[in-house]
């Protein structure tokens, strides 16, 4: 006789997702790549778009490559327009450290 919840003497988990958002959906992407099923709860009846624009960082382009959705990503959004990188600022940090007290 089988326990429910539980196989091969292990208990059974649920991996749960709420919010069908960008960040729950690609934790879908990425959790049925390692053939695991979650569940994802999300208020709105219909996922839809809604006219916000959204800056992605390297990070996020790394983490959107290890599962395979970063050339996706692009081809959506009609191509990488360029990068850029932002050096510090050395008088806005001296402004923050006067400020705190440094």
Do not use: C, H, K
């Amino acid at each position: 006789m089988s326990t429910p919840g539980v196989r091969a003497g292990r208990p059974q988990s649920a991996i749960v997702i709420v919010g069908g958002g960008i960040s729950g959906l690609t934790a879908d992407v990425a959790f049925a790549r390692w053939g695991l099923e979650p569940v994802i709860y999300q208020q709105a009846p219909e996922l839809q778009e809604v006219g916000a624009g959204v800056t992605l960082r390297v990070n996020a382009f790394r983490a959107l490559e290890s599962i395979g959705l970063a050339g996706e990503v692009v081809r959506f959004a009609g191509g990488l327009t360029g990068w850029r990188r932002q050096a510090p600022r050395r008088d806005v940090d001296a402004a923050l450290a006067r400020q705190a007290g440094d």
